[in-house]
């Protein structure tokens, strides 16, 4: 309880010594090279953001701190989109964001953020960040450079990568710190004008994604930048520029050093958007599907030579279309569906081969199904909720084959029927056989109940097929001694 009083009250004290507001700034008081947008200029409107959002601009705002809605809500209006998140910057550090908000918590170790809860929205605020290259003179450090000056906030890894960045700066320097031009554009609420550093409306108007700075640079700083622009290019219907696009192919390898748990991130921002068939496309001709779905692109490598493998392309791109449509209806999806569908064939095949050295067949699949998931989740972190449904559903594939009764009727109140049976319906494909079986589970499911009885009893006992009758034999009478008579 103490401890409690005492955050409360720190928390008070600090906000009420908060420097006096200078963030009412008319266009010549930004640096030099920055195009402004003024009001009537352009369609971003307090309309379009999130009430939360606001609260936390104003509030920084009035406790005296710089506070811009940045990057992908910015881009979105402008595009004439609905944005779901938004990120604030501003030039209050963490702590400083923390001490102001009681409703906040700071994560991240790698980039320390600040989260502003309000119910399920969250709304993230990031301070600004500045280059690497420091100043040695500390007669001219800003008072972020001495800040910066107390620990060790930026570090790279061997190959480049950033494993902490946290050097903050200025509204400029955070600018070019960011991934895309169309990312670094900056909202105000003080006079509701639009910034823009990087020459992102240009590239906006023109439909490109560019990169700021050095492609290679900036892809080795972090792989997941390749993801992103994929995804973009595909969400927004963006040109990605020829600079930008020139080391993707090359530099994929490096997603090898990310995190499985970002992977899985970005997978789903990537594949449950609404854009999953043009998205995978464009990871699979960027040969940056492999590092992600190795066992996947293996399997679908030998077209020529097997045709199942043309069958698994037209299987995974029917998956695709089907999410993606599903999204545009507003119907729920779940990742396990796809990774269910990516990781089909790379199941069977082990399958039988296990099979080939004599395991009987269910419980080959079960081993090869924890086999593939487990290789898969070496490269994308899934979840075990999901792993375990993903799994769930190749087993019912064998269940769905069983048509007596007992086993019908078990498997209908399955929790992961509906996902099992969505799953037979796309491998039916051109199989007569299994376009038949996919039927007759529609057909019961429309049907009521008189209806399923009789289909049942159909297939348990067939016209024209004659039960074979066991006639009963008679036991011989025994004799008072017990011989037989």
């Known amino acids: 309880m103490t401890g409690i009083l005492k955050r409360l009250f720190s928390r008070k004290s600090k906000v009420k010594q908060s420097k006096p507001s200078n963030d009412s700034r008319s266009e010549t008081d930004y640096p030099d090279g920055a195009h402004i947008l003024k009001r009537d200029a352009h369609c971003v409107s307090r309309k379009n953001i999130s009430h939360n959002a606001l609260k936390v601009l104003y509030r920084l705002n009035d406790a005296g701190y710089q506070a811009y809605l940045v990057g992908g809500g ?60 420091g100043s040695t ?7 972020a450079d001495k800040r910066n000056a107390k620990n060790d906030h930026a570090r790279t890894s061997d190959h480049g990568m950033l494993t902490r960045d946290n050097v ?7 600018a070019f710190r960011r991934d895309f031009t169309v990312n670094a554009l900056y909202y105000t609420v003080q006079d509701f004008s639009v910034i823009d550093y990087a020459n992102g409306l240009q590239d906006l108007a023109e439909r490109k994604l560019r990169l700021i700075g050095d492609p290679v640079a900036r892809y080795r700083e972090d792989p997941v930048r390749i993801l992103r622009a994929i995804r973009l290019s595909c969400k927004l219907n ?11 192919k090359e530099l994929a390898a490096l997603l090898a050093h990310v995190s499985s748990a970002r992977l899985w991130d970005e997978c789903n921002k990537m594949l449950l958007a609404g854009h999953a068939q043009a998205t995978w496309q464009s990871l699979y001709e960027r040969n940056v599907a492999g590092y992600m779905f190795e066992q996947t692109v293996a399997s679908l490598q030998d077209k020529s030579k097997n045709p199942v493998s043309s069958e698994f392309e037209v299987f995974i791109q029917a998956a695709l279309q089907n999410t993606d449509k599903r999204i545009a209806n507003q119907q729920p999806v779940t990742p396990a569906f796809l990774f269910a569908v990516f990781l089909w064939k790379p199941l069977q095949d082990l399958t039988q081969q296990m099979i080939d050295k004599g395991m009987p067949a269910y419980e080959a699949n079960q081993k090869a199904a924890s086999i593939v998931m487990d290789k898969q989740r070496q490269a994308v972190g899934i979840p075990k909720r999901f792993s375990t449904i993903a799994k769930e559903m190749w087993s019912l594939q064998f269940r769905l084959n069983n048509l007596r009764k007992k086993s019908v009727m078990s498997l209908i109140g399955h929790p992961r029927f509906r996902a099992a049976y969505d799953f037979l319906c796309l491998r039916a494909g051109s199989d007569p056989q299994l376009k038949s079986l996919a039927k007759w589970w529609t057909d019961y499911q429309d049907a009521n109940p008189e209806i399923r009885n009789k289909m049942l009893s159909q297939v348990e006992h067939p016209a024209g097929k ?5 006639k009963k034999k008679k036991r ?10």
Do not use: W
């Open 238 to 248: 963006l040109t990605i520029e020829p600079k930008t696009a020139a080391p993707i």
């Open 476 to 485: 011989p009478v025994k004799r008072n001694n017990g011989d037989p008579i």
């Open 74 to 133: 910015v881009r979105d209006i402008l595009l004439g989109l609905h944005p779901k998140d938004f990120d604030v910057a501003t030039d209050a550090t963490p702590e400083e964001i923390y001490d102001l908000f009681r409703n906040c918590r700071l994560i991240g170790r790698r980039f320390r953020l600040a989260h502003i809860l309000y119910g399920r929205e969250v709304i993230e605020v990031a301070t600004f960040r500045a280059g690497h290259d």
């Open 466 to 470: 004659k039960r074979r009758s066991y």
């Open 168 to 174: 903050y700066g200025t509204m400029q320097e955070d």
């Open 137 to 143: 003179d500390t007669t001219k450090q800003t008072p």
